[in-house]
């Protein structure tokens, strides 16, 4: 149904000969992405009649988180066609909430968020363990997992919360120049993962089993150990992701993360990316996560009501989608 | 050189008639300015080597491939291409045997061979399991059971459904068969090749295409050579001779390779060494590679060679069981498309992916060391100035060329070749045969499996396998063609007095029947319907849901009433008709992850306008099926995941929702509560109802004229488009269906709740998609079970109400539904590989 397109989009790992750099550019994936967040942010400027920086990096900040969710999702998706994680709303709030229950004592913010991270990897791991011991599609796995871990949300909801606070809560509230800690936290964290999906043999070994997973274990990847990285590293961000938030907002409800499983997927998509397997973009992912992020603030400027808001993500989502697949299938 | 074909062929006016049909992909013509006439009872073998556009010209003689230029006629009437497709070309009687297989495994052989046939259904199974049996007597003597599902066959098997299909199709002008015997025994060949004289007898057409010469001198009336796209030659079959074939297709004068194999030295040290090793289709075997040997592994295709490579790449490095091993290995398949190309990658990367770990420091790959070897490999193999192309963009003899460099760089001292030379040219094999000089010079060691004899003189021992047993080993000078292809047929000696002789060259001496056979052969009835009931799909979703009702009873018995059964059914009934709409995606290969604010948007219809203005509620309810049929063209044209699709929707959905009524609230029109009140003895309505939904979903899926397509479609939707059906048409009759249970189970909610809310069903969606694989669906696409997935939705919705009547929050019934899934899949996955 797919067809592969000859186009490599991939953090360029192999430098190629030198184009004219604006080409270069405006071959880029997300560029389509880029100008859209652009449009959306003088829009804003528009509405409310004067153009501001500010405005664009509170939007960041938020846009940073879903991300962080979209980038975990799209690790999980580059590692074979038809590859999802359903469970990523339930790690991220599980994580929030292990980062608030100060399990390791109320101070010891180091231990919570190492504890979190652990957590996460855990929750990877579980789902690494389904899909490749008993052999089940990640689709099914990462639900049953989801589950699973919703049930662990619903047994230690009882237990009380307390702000994390704080320096860790101060630092990520922090603001230099309008931009908040939590955003150089995210970018950071997106920095070391783009570091990872392109400069390590991990990285390189993903997009081979993303693209052909038969293929890349005759060529000596060993998938199920990348299987379970991966995994890993999406769990990872998505505790993380927690942590932060649990940490920026003050406080943890069960429903923190559930609108973090259709967002971070939205996030992929209208970055550009195609879903079809071993492709990755950071940049695009995070990107992506900025327009749909700065479309919500805008349609609230424009004082639209909630469910107009939600049908014109979706369009947003279906629309790119629709466009990125036209023309790959056109250069097919 | 052509030979006109004039003469005694002339009296017969020909079938089709092709007039100077050429094809170009891009700046590549494929075929050019063919002129052919196909005479009806002629046996035209078609030949040529790879890359001769033999497949692009049957495509579009076939109607599934449109040609640049040129004209066609079919009994004289003059074909426009434009509504040409496969379909219309079946429809003339043009039936067609494709390479690849095109049989469904999800579908039973009655229903494959029904699935094409012209004869319209409406008659009844049995009718159709017979008019199967019926047809697959062209095979005279075989086993199949035409009520197995064709993932049980093997694969010669297949093969012969498949030709079954083809040639008894009533009213079938031309049959194209294209190498319809690579997966034959001797005998299942020699039928076939009676099938095919007969069949030309009666005045059918024949194109048969092969690669086996003496297949090709046996049968041909008339043999036409493509080379490079062009029409080489055309003339009398029964004058060739082997030798003239050969020239024609362009082969040089057997390439007298200088007997490369020496004598090995004893004292080498051994990479690897297995030794009675035994696993699926390997009986026993064992073999040995010395340092600086290329060993070659010959016998029929299957005889278990495949596996044998793929058993010692798996314990490289490594000592697994019967197999020690010394050094890394690297591997090279003949299937590139499916085991080597990395497809979205240019050359240098592909080459460069197995060397990565080498030239890395805690993980950190050295790019520009990993280049440089790259870049050195490359230059060895006269491939360095499409370094940095597109692999797919290169020709089929260069990419594997590109491949063995992959391997090469990887430096592994053992090489593992699996039919390299597989749909190459000869100058691409003449290339990969001095790379294997070179291998060896380095004292670096292979293994090579080949389809063709011929290339085992490079080795300088040859093992020959047989139905998985090693039955001959001949080294150096020993290793003729002759010798070789003797071995293959040799009956391996443990397998002597098995019953069934491939061919005649060992008769049993003795008939033994083996005593696992003998076990096997008179099973007791309670043994074999327990077997029957573990091989059940459902089973996981039958025993939850009897484990929840019979837990429910055990917590209330006074649950043990119409009344009780009422309310631990109701529950169920929103969510029933919500697991149809899943489970018809699931059917179609796809996933509705939009599915429950689906839903929640009928229901907020429903309360909102149901009973003020029905007619509006009624639009746009059929608003929503329409939403459905359009994620189809989306899915279905556009190609794009139905998950993705669907998730769009689904903000799109929960949107609209909320537009309608932010705050839940409305109400149910009296007739809709009045419908879900009524009484009906002595079961609750709810029972009937489940029961009804289970059986429609089972209908159709099973028993609707359209449903054996549309399980084809959701398993191998590629097969189902050349075959000549819509895949369009399909998938959205099985989106709008969809669409509509979606919006019934919005209306059964609004008569349940008596309001209307965008989030009602926010968890169906999920749920939806458990249940259906809980009770038996399969994530290939194409396989469910409507039963199976009613009954995993009272099992889910009855651990909520256990949960109720234990007094533990009902939160936890996600965990017990996750474990279930969890369960039913491992039991699943275990039983299929005791299966197997």
Redesign the interface.
């Known amino acids: 149904?797919?067809?592969?397109?000859?186009?490599?989009?991939r953090p360029a790992?192999?430098p190629?000969?030198p184009v004219g750099l604006w080409r270069r550019l405006l071959r880029q994936s997300w560029i389509g992405a880029l100008a859209a967040a652009l449009f959306l942010w003088l829009l804003a400027g528009v509405v409310t009649g004067s153009l501001s920086l500010s405005f664009l990096l509170a939007n960041a900040t938020i846009a940073g988180f879903l991300a962080l969710a979209g980038t975990a999702q799209m690790v999980v998706i580059a590692s074979k066609p038809?590859n999802?994680d359903?469970s990523l709303p339930y790690v991220i709030t599980f994580g929030a909430y292990i980062m608030s229950a100060g399990l390791l004592g109320q101070g010891n913010i180091a231990g919570s968020l190492a504890l979190t991270v652990l957590a996460g990897g855990l929750a990877g791991a579980l789902n690494a363990l389904?899909i490749v011991r008993?052999?089940?599609?990640a689709?099914?796995?990462t639900?049953?997992?989801?589950?699973?871990i919703?049930?662990?949300i619903?047994?230690i909801q009882g237990g009380g919360f307390t702000r994390v606070g704080g320096l860790f809560e101060a630092a990520l509230r922090l603001r230099i120049a309008g931009v908040s800690g939590a955003l150089a936290a995210t970018i950071a964290t997106l920095a070391l993962v783009a570091i990872l999906l392109s400069?390590?043999?991990?990285g390189?070994?993903l997009?081979?089993m993303g693209?052909?997973g038969?293929?890349?274990r005759?060529?000596?990847?060993r998938r199920g150990w990348l299987t379970l990285g991966t995994f890993v590293l999406s769990g990872v961000l998505a505790a993380w992701l927690g942590a932060l938030l649990a940490t920026y907002q003050g406080g943890v409800s069960a429903d923190l993360g559930r609108s973090y499983l259709?967002g971070s997927?939205?996030a992929v998509?209208v970055g550009g990316t195609r879903?079809?397997g071993?492709?990755t973009s950071v940049l695009g992912t995070a990107i992506g996560a900025l327009v749909l992020t700065l479309a919500q603030s805008d349609l609230i400027l424009l004082q639209l009501?909630?469910?107009?808001?939600?049908?014109?993500?979706?369009?947003i989502?279906?629309g790119t989608?629709?466009l990125v697949?036209?023309r790959s299938?056109n250069r097919g | 050189m052509r030979d006109d074909p004039s003469g005694a062929r002339q009296d017969k006016a020909a079938f089709i008639s092709v007039r100077d049909l050429s094809r170009s992909f891009g700046a590549s013509t494929v075929v050019r300015d063919v002129t052919l006439d196909i005479r009806a009872g002629e046996i035209l073998v078609l030949l040529g080597p790879n890359g001769a556009g033999k497949s692009t010209l049957l495509n579009m003689i076939g109607g599934t491939l449109q040609p640049s230029a040129g004209t066609m006629a079919l009994d004289g009437q003059a074909v426009d291409f434009d509504s040409y497709i496969a379909g219309s070309a079946r429809s003339r009687g043009i039936q067609r045997v494709f390479q690849e297989l095109s049989t469904f495994p999800n579908l039973t052989v009655g229903e494959n061979l029904a699935l094409t046939s012209r004869q319209k259904a409406g008659s009844s199974r049995r009718e159709m399991m017979r008019r199967a049996r019926e047809r697959l007597q062209v095979f005279p003597g075989n086993c199949i059971d035409v009520c197995a599902e064709v993932s049980q066959l093997s694969v010669a098997e297949r093969q012969m459904v498949e030709i079954a299909r083809a040639m008894t199709e009533p009213g079938t002008h031309l049959v194209i068969l294209d190498e319809p015997t690579s997966a034959l025994s001797l005998q299942e060949a020699d039928q076939l090749a009676d099938l095919v004289s007969r069949k030309a007898a009666e005045g059918v057409a024949i194109i048969y295409v092969t690669h086996k010469l003496e297949e090709a001198l046996r049968l041909a009336d008339r043999v036409v050579v493509l080379r490079d796209g062009r029409l080489h030659f055309d003339g009398d079959g029964r004058t060739l001779t082997h030798d003239r074939l050969l020239t024609l297709l362009g082969a040089t004068a057997e390439p007298t390779m200088p007997a490369s194999a020496q004598v090995t030295d004893a004292a080498q040290r051994e990479l690897l060494t297995v030794r009675g090793l035994s696993a699926p289709r390997l009986h026993d075997v064992g073999i040995h590679v010395c340092e600086g040997e290329i060993v070659g592994i010959a016998g029929l295709e299957g005889a278990g060679q495949r596996e044998l490579l793929q058993a010692v790449f798996d314990a490289r490095r490594s000592t697994i069981g019967a197999i020690v091993s010394q050094s890394d290995m690297a591997y090279v398949s003949g299937d590139r498309k499916r085991e080597g190309l990395l497809p979205l990658w240019t050359v240098e990367d592909n080459v460069a992916i197995s060397a990565a770990p080498r030239f890395s420091r805690f993980g950190f790959v050295n790019f520009a060391a990993l280049k440089a070897t790259a870049g050195d490999w490359l230059a060895e193999l006269g491939l360095s100035h499409r370094a940095n192309s597109p692999i797919v963009s290169l020709s089929g003899g260069n990419q594997q060329r590109a491949l063995l460099g992959r391997a090469l760089a990887s430096e592994a001292q053992l090489l593992l070749l699996d039919d390299p030379t597989r749909g190459v040219d000869a100058s691409a094999k003449a290339s990969i045969y001095s790379i294997l000089d070179k291998v060896k010079e380095k004292g670096r060691s292979a293994i090579l499996y080949s389809t063709e004899v011929a290339e085992f003189q490079k080795c300088d021992r040859v093992y020959v396998m047989a139905r998985g047993h090693v039955v001959a080993e001949f080294s150096g000078a020993e290793a003729t063609e002759e010798r070789i292809v003797q071995a293959s047929f040799m009956q391996p000696s443990s397998l002597q007095g098995r019953g069934q002789v491939s061919n005649g060259t060992s008769p049993p001496k003795t008939v033994k029947v083996e005593p696992a056979a003998a076990a096997s052969a008179q099973p007791l009835s309670g043994q074999a319907s327990f077997g029957h009931l573990l091989s059940w799909r459902s089973l996981p979703a039958a025993l939850l849901m009897v484990a929840m009702f019979a837990l429910a009873f055990w917590l209330q018995p006074n649950a043990l009433s119409t009344f009780g059964l009422e309310l631990l059914l109701q529950a169920s009934m929103p969510l029933a008709f919500a697991v149809l709409a899943q489970m018809l995606f699931l059917l179609g290969g796809d996933i509705d992850l939009g599915l429950g604010f689906a839903i929640g948007l009928a229901n907020v219809l429903a309360a909102t306008y149901l009973v003020d203005a029905p007619a509006i509620a009624m639009i746009a309810m059929l608003g929503i099926v329409m939403g459905y049929v359009l994620l189809a063209f989306i899915v279905e044209i556009l190609g794009v995941s139905s998950v993705v699709a669907t998730l769009g929707a689904s903000f799109v959905w929960l949107g609209l929702g909320l537009m309608v009524r932010e705050t839940p609230g409305g109400q149910s029109p009296e007739w809709l509560a009045a419908l879900t009140r009524f009484k009906l003895w002595p079961l609750p309505l709810a029972c009937y109802v489940l029961l009804a939904l289970a059986l429609l979903g089972l209908w159709i899926c099973q028993g609707w004229g359209y449903s054996i397509r549309l399980r084809a479609l959701g398993h191998n939707r590629r097969t189902y488009v050349s075959l000549g059906f819509s895949a369009l048409a399909g998938r959205i009759t099985l989106y709008a269906l969809a669409g509509v249970f979606a919006v019934l189970s919005g209306l059964v909610l609004t008569a349940a709740t008596g309001a209307g809310n965008a989030h009602v069903a926010s968890n169906f969606t999920l749920a939806t998609i458990a249940a259906v694989v809980v009770g038996g669906a399969s994530f290939a696409g194409g396989l469910v079970s409507p039963i199976g997935a009613v009954m995993a939705v009272v099992g889910i919705s009855l651990i909520t109400t256990n949960l109720g009547f234990l007094g533990i929050s009902s939160e936890y019934s996600t965990a017990i539904g996750g474990l279930a899934l969890i369960t039913a899949l491992s039991f699943r996955s275990l039983s299929r590989s005791t299966a197997s």
């Open positions: 149904m797919n067809q592969t397109t000859s186009i490599i989009d790992p192999l190629e000969a038809g999802f359903l389904l008993l052999r089940i599609p689709i099914v796995a639900l049953a997992s989801g589950y699973i919703y049930s662990l619903v047994a400069r390590t043999v991990f390189l070994q997009h081979a693209q052909n038969e293929a890349a005759l060529a000596g990847v259709l997927v939205a998509v879903i079809t071993g492709i009501s909630i469910g107009a808001q939600y049908v014109i993500q979706g369009l989502v279906l989608v629709c697949a036209a299938s």
